[in-house]
């Protein structure tokens, strides 16, 4: 407990101020899961029952034909995460416990930010399902299954490394080919290794694994919308942990993460004791943001691999923060304009992730400025 934060609390206030945030915790991200089937894809029918259909025919309505009020959700959704963020790293509550409480609701929020969820499912459905190779097969490949309504990108065969095929194969296995089965299961594997992120880190260092735990820019891109860097991000995290006790296991590790997407690979040159090791596994991680961010596509999800060096180098997230914020703010035109379906909405998401960025660079030169002249002034004041 932080005396500064809490000067006057007894150990009974203390223990409130945690279960509070447990509580806030648990209904921010159960009201945040149940907003996300606002865009549920309407060629999806997830169950046939009237008291689906029915809230799914209130809950479209904020989504698809009122969004304004859904963006004054969405956006006041996010800072609620921030504020209960910002207060978790000063409460320091169990980051396991807190971690299974936003994990497990969560497994109920639809992934209503990107369509990638639904192709992971396809994909592994295509060898445990069909029998067939997803490297050389696509969903198109598979017209009569009704999971194709819904699903984009089913032009392309399999995208992703060798790693995270063999990782999707058992939820898929699991599943029979069922749909609501795969979407829980797939879910669920998700989370397990988020748990493992935040397991691994704590650790390591508490106010590191609730940062894990608790990052706004984890839970969406992660958690409510999962996407497989959330799973390199783990793995490679459980990996420092592994290098940091001379594990020879941590190695496996980081291929096993670097051969999802390919991204991470440079962090198989982290080194427990060599800095200049540790810094060109981060310069080599930033290339491939560098091109792809430049060269294709700008994607909030592609940074959740930076939270790998949060061990390595403990101030790299709050130095960025400002640069994160902006990535989840730029779906600010697929909240209120509706996806991203012209050229200006998608150049005015790249807009606001520029914006931020450049705020971000003005806030750490102020604070370097302002961080030399006191230090200069500290100087002076001990030669006066």
Known sequence: MKKSFFPHFNKFNYNIAINLTYFFYFISILLF???????????????????WDNFRTFIIQIGYFNK????????????????????????????????????????????????????????????????KNPYLFRALDFPTDH???????????????????????????LSGGKFILSLFFFKLTFVSFYLGAVW?????????????????????????????????????????YLLFNKKIWSRALFIISGLIKYSTLPIL????????????????????????TFYSEIQPW????????????????????????GLICSYFPYIFLGGWNSPDKVAMKHQIIIYFFIANLLALGIYQVFYFIKKRSALNSVNN
Do not use: C
């Open 302 to 325: 592609y940074f959740l691999i930076l939270f790998i060096f949060l061990p390595i180098f403990p101030n790299l997230i709050k130095k960025i923060e400002l640069f994160l914020i």
């Open 147 to 173: 999971w194709t309504r819904f699903m984009h990108w089913t032009h392309r065969v399999y995208p992703y490394g060798p790693t995270f095929l063999p990782i999707t194969l058992i939820p898929s296995f």
């Open 33 to 51: 899961s149940i907003y996300s089937y606002s865009l549920v894809d309407l060629n999806l029918t997830l169950f046939n029952n009237q008291i």
């Open 200 to 240: 691994a880190t704590n650790k390591i260092n508490k106010n590191m694994a609730l940062v894990i735990a608790t990052h706004p820019l984890i839970i969406i891109e992660g958690l409510n919308t999962p996407h497989n860097d959330l799973i390199a991000m783990s793995l490679g995290l459980i990996g420092v």
């Open 68 to 131: 304004g009020l859904s963006t004054i959700i969405f956006f006041s959704g996010i800072l609620i995460f921030y504020l209960l963020y910002f207060i978790a790293k000063k409460v320091k509550p169990n980051p396991i416990k807190l971690a299974l409480i936003i994990g497990l609701v969560s497994l109920i929020a639809y992934p209503f930010l990107s369509h990638d969820f639904f192709n992971y499912m396809f994909d592994a459905k295509i060898l445990t399902f069909y029998g």
């Open 269 to 292: 040159i982290l080194s427990k004791k060599n800095k200049w090791l540790n810094i060109l596994a981060f310069i080599g991680t930033l290339i491939p943001l560098y091109y792809l």
